[in-house]
């Protein structure tokens, strides 16, 4: 499950330490953590969906190998925040924020991986146990794994709601792509309490040429004064 107790206590030193909630304050978080999300009842036998449309959307996203992207965040407290995005497929992701954010939450091999630097604290999390697997498993395949929770397509985006299954309330996330060509600009995420997040894609690049060390980090060094 993306929301279970175990999950939930692995931040929450980080989110106490801070005096605010991390997952509503970081969009990313929602999106990758899937902590504290509103789970959407629809299921894929309830909704409306054009097979040949979710096929085209998985194969989209398979054969993405690697992209670049500056992103802009809009939080529920009406902050703003911004940094960089880079993905490399299969089991490689880096969000880096700028600051006066703390934070870089990585994606490499099997782990998730939350670092705050303010804090000097890292929290290592299996990554199948988040909704990143999504993006960075080797194939996607959203009946395999996920509930479709909306599709629509008008007005020249594709909207795709997905929702991990199981019987634990789960995160719920709207990818919204332009539709010719089909390309992921934004997602969109809910917190129990209402609050609605917006990720978008600034002049992403598909393909792009990453260095190899993007993917590699250390360790924030730990104050051990008494």
């Given at each position: 499950?993306?929301?279970?107790?175990?999950?939930?206590?692995?931040?929450?030193?980080?989110r106490?330490a801070?005096?605010?909630n991390?997952?509503?304050r970081l969009?990313v978080?929602?999106l990758l953590f899937?902590l504290?999300?509103?789970?959407?009842?629809?299921?894929?036998?309830?909704?409306q969906v054009?097979p040949d449309?979710i096929a085209?959307?998985e194969?989209?996203?398979?054969g993405i190998t690697?992209?670049r992207?500056?992103f802009?965040?809009k939080?529920p407290d009406?902050s703003i925040?911004?940094?960089?995005?880079?993905?490399?497929?299969?089991?490689?992701l880096?969000?880096?924020?700028?600051?006066?954010?703390?934070?870089?939450?990585?994606v490499k091999d099997d782990?998730?991986i939350f670092?705050?630097?303010?804090?000097?604290q890292?929290t290592y999390i299996?990554?199948?146990?988040?909704?990143a697997?999504?993006l960075?498993?080797q194939n996607v395949?959203?009946a395999?794994n996920?509930d479709?929770?909306?599709?629509?397509?008008r007005?020249?985006a594709?909207?795709?709601?997905?929702?991990?299954?199981?019987?634990e309330?789960s995160?719920?996330?709207t990818?919204?792509?332009?539709?010719?060509?089909?390309s992921?600009?934004?997602?969109r995420?809910?917190s129990?309490?209402?609050g609605e997040t917006?990720t978008?894609l600034?002049?992403?690049s598909?393909?792009?040429?990453?260095k190899?060390?993007i993917?590699?980090?250390?360790?924030?060094p730990?104050?051990?004064?008494?």
């Amino acid at each position: 499950m993306w929301a279970n107790g175990k999950f939930l206590s692995a931040i929450t030193v980080t989110r106490h330490a801070k005096g605010f909630n991390v997952v509503n304050r970081l969009g990313v978080c929602v999106l990758l953590f899937g902590l504290l999300v509103i789970g959407v009842s629809a299921r894929a036998n309830s909704i409306q969906v054009d097979p040949d449309q979710i096929a085209r959307i998985e194969a989209y996203l398979n054969g993405i190998t690697t992209l670049r992207s500056r992103f802009l965040q809009k939080n529920p407290d009406g902050s703003i925040s911004e940094g960089v995005l880079y993905l490399h497929r299969p089991g490689k992701l880096r969000f880096e924020y700028d600051p006066p954010d703390p934070y870089l939450i990585m994606v490499k091999d099997d782990w998730l991986i939350f670092i705050d630097k303010e804090l000097a604290q890292t929290t290592y999390i299996k990554v199948e146990k988040t909704p990143a697997f999504f993006l960075t498993q080797q194939n996607v395949s959203f009946a395999k794994n996920f509930d479709i929770t909306r599709f629509e397509r008008r007005n020249g985006a594709v909207r795709l709601g997905v929702q991990a299954r199981g019987d634990e309330p789960s995160g719920n996330v709207t990818l919204i792509f332009s539709d010719k060509p089909l390309s992921l600009r934004k997602w969109r995420a809910f917190s129990v309490d209402g609050g609605e997040t917006d990720t978008t894609l600034i002049n992403p690049s598909f393909g792009a040429a990453l260095k190899g060390d993007i993917f590699e980090f250390e360790e924030p060094p730990t104050d051990t004064a008494n």
